[in-house]
């Protein structure tokens, strides 16, 4: 039974603490396995979203607009691919495995403000990132053979495109 100290006492807790005090969150997920390899957090617990954001991974007593059941599923930040494409059809199935960021760093683009320009036309729905490959620059200056070192002539040769 709920002594009466305990009853007053709940009101002033949660108006102390700034989640709970402030207007119920966008979303909450309750009730699933809590992983956050960042700060090493790995415990049972609720996720408070407001504004697209984060704000708690703590509490039991959150209110949401949106309430989730997370029972028996893993909660985390989304994962990070860094040998991947980007892909219309991949980006849903990236997104079932927990993959929010797709990089593309392998043999990347040498015209990379166009890569993105084509990217964000296609209105991906994941983040996405590429690097510029090493194999397309040493073609770019003439370099064809990647075993050789290249002449001292080319690596001074800026690629076609790119500022001297």
């Known amino acids: 039974m709920l002594s009466r100290r305990t009853l007053l006492a709940a009101p002033l807790a949660a108006a102390a603490h700034p989640v709970l005090a402030a207007a119920p969150l966008d979303v909450v997920i309750r009730g699933g396995r809590v992983i956050d390899p960042a700060s090493g957090v790995d415990r049972p617990g609720d996720v408070g979203i407001r504004g697209g954001r984060i704000v708690t991974t703590r509490g039991d007593r959150l209110r949401g607009r949106v309430e989730l059941d997370a029972s028996g599923c893993v909660v985390a930040p989304g994962f990070v691919d860094i040998l991947s494409g980007t892909h219309p059809e991949g980006d849903d199935l990236?997104?079932?495995?927990?993959?929010?960021?797709?990089?593309?760093?392998?043999?990347?683009?040498?015209?990379?403000?166009?890569?993105?320009?084509?990217?964000?036309?296609?209105?991906?729905?994941?983040?996405?990132?590429?690097?510029?490959?090493?194999?397309?620059?040493?073609?770019?200056?003439?370099?064809?053979?990647?075993?050789?070192?290249?002449?001292?002539?080319?690596?001074?040769?800026?690629?076609?495109?790119?500022?001297?």
Do not use: C
């Not at 079932?96 to 403000?113: M, Y």
């Not at 080319?154 to 690629?159: E, G, L, S, Y």
């Open 94 to 164: 990236k997104i079932a495995d927990g993959v929010t960021t797709v990089l593309s760093t392998h043999g990347g683009p040498l015209e990379v403000d166009a890569w993105y320009r084509r990217e964000a036309q296609r209105r991906p729905r994941v983040h996405y990132g590429t690097v510029t490959g090493h194999f397309a620059l040493r073609a770019a200056v003439g370099a064809s053979d990647v075993k050789a070192p290249a002449t001292p002539a080319q690596p001074a040769q800026p690629p076609p495109g790119q500022p001297v």
